[in-house]
């Protein structure tokens, strides 16, 4: 069955760490997306991609980065780890004409 | 300044009777609305969508009905069942079909009392 999947399922990092999230999708869908949740304000568009080489930014894009150069995978690499980025990271895809979006399980990363 | 809202973080329901989720939008360029389910330490997942040029949508026991008119959507469940106690968004997207991303409420946990 296709599937999308993130790791690690779980993350401790430092401040001022490089980390990167890996998203692993096999739907074969052209859009993939990054959001983060944290408590009191649902989930928020981190950055998207509609293909292979296209990445955009979305509504909390600073500090996160993204390169899709396969369209399985679109990892989020945070570049200097901040406490504020402690937060549930959820990976979703999508067909390009379809809105239903369908989510990875989440990583969950605490930046001390 | 928060576009799609949800204002009940809660709402219990018994058994068996109906529930009734809210969601207001601000942004009349949201053309696509959509509602998801989570539980803990999940990802959501997508329960049933509604297009603006639709006022109704329905599937098994989940309806949408959106209102334009009022930026007002709601997600009716019949009957309610103790599978469907689990954390509900309600999600819009502006142009494209949600192909630029989703604008999340803030979630409402519904509770299915026995």
């Known amino acids: 069955d296709a599937e999308i999947t993130q790791s690690p399922r779980h993350k401790i990092t430092e401040t001022g760490r490089q980390v990167t999230l890996a998203c692993h999708q096999t739907?074969?869908?052209?859009?993939m997306f990054w959001y983060r949740q944290d408590l009191g304000h649902g989930l928020r568009l981190i950055h998207y991609s509609y293909g292979v080489q296209d990445t955009n930014k979305g509504e909390v894009s600073d500090g996160y980065s993204v390169s899709r150069s396969n369209t399985e995978d679109l990892p989020l690499t945070l570049e200097s780890a901040a406490s504020s980025q402690t937060s549930v990271y959820f990976c979703a895809s999508s067909e390009w004409w379809k809105g239903e979006q369908f989510f990875g399980p989440g990583t969950r990363l605490t930046v001390l | 300044d928060q576009q799609v809202k949800q204002n009940s973080p809660s709402l219990s329901v018994q058994e068996g009777r109906i529930s009734i989720l809210n969601c207001d939008y601000t942004?009349?360029?949201?053309?696509?609305f959509l509602w998801y389910k989570k539980y803990p330490a999940e990802g959501p997942t997508f329960l049933i969508s509604?297009?603006?040029?639709?006022d109704k949508n329905e599937d098994g026991r989940f309806t949408v009905f959106l209102n334009k008119s009022a930026k007002h959507l709601s997600l009716h469940i019949v009957p309610s069942q103790p599978g469907d106690s689990a954390v509900y968004f309600c999600?819009?997207?502006?142009?494209?079909?949600?192909?630029?991303?989703?604008?999340f409420g803030k979630g409402t946990h519904l509770i299915i009392q026995p």
């Open positions: 509604i297009s603006s040029i639709k």
């Open positions: 739907w074969n869908h052209n859009n």
């Open positions: 999600a819009a997207s502006a142009g494209g079909g949600g192909a630029d991303g989703l604008t």
């Open positions: 942004n009349s360029m949201f053309d696509y």
